[in-house]
């Protein structure tokens, strides 16, 4: 259900070294984005199905998570094929993680997940 996941501190990440270079201790922030399977009808039930702890937001710098499809919220008024050049996919999830419990973040993203057709 999820084709990709780009995380700064993942060996896979494409900018790996520069981003160990600019982050202090190893320590990439907690922002991360993945692509979901089934494009935007995907993004849009994985954002309206996803549960507490995560909130649904444009948001992305609050101490709660947060999870947002650009395709339907910041970048819904663009036309797709600009999108795709900066690389929002109609299957890109960003994912702004908060203080809420590890756990309980997991738990919900899994239940979000799994609900996906």
């Not at 797709?80 to 890109?92: P, S």
């Not at 809420?100 to 996906?116: F, T």
Request: aromatic content about 4%; charged content about 25%.
């Amino acid at each position: 259900k999820v084709d990709t996941v780009r995380y700064p501190g993942l060996a896979s990440f494409p900018q790996r070294e520069l981003a160990d270079r600019q982050h202090r201790n190893g320590l990439h922030g907690t922002m991360l984005w993945c692509e979901v399977t089934g494009g935007v009808e995907a993004g849009r039930q994985l954002m309206n199905t996803v549960q507490r702890p995560w909130s649904l937001c444009e948001n992305l710098g609050a101490v709660e998570s947060i999870i947002t499809c650009p395709a339907v919220m910041t970048h819904a008024n663009v036309e797709k094929a600009e999108r795709e050049a900066v690389g929002i996919t109609d299957g890109f999830i960003r994912l702004s993680v908060g203080i809420e419990d590890p756990d309980d973040l997991i738990e919900a993203l899994r239940k979000g997940l799994d609900a996906l057709a």
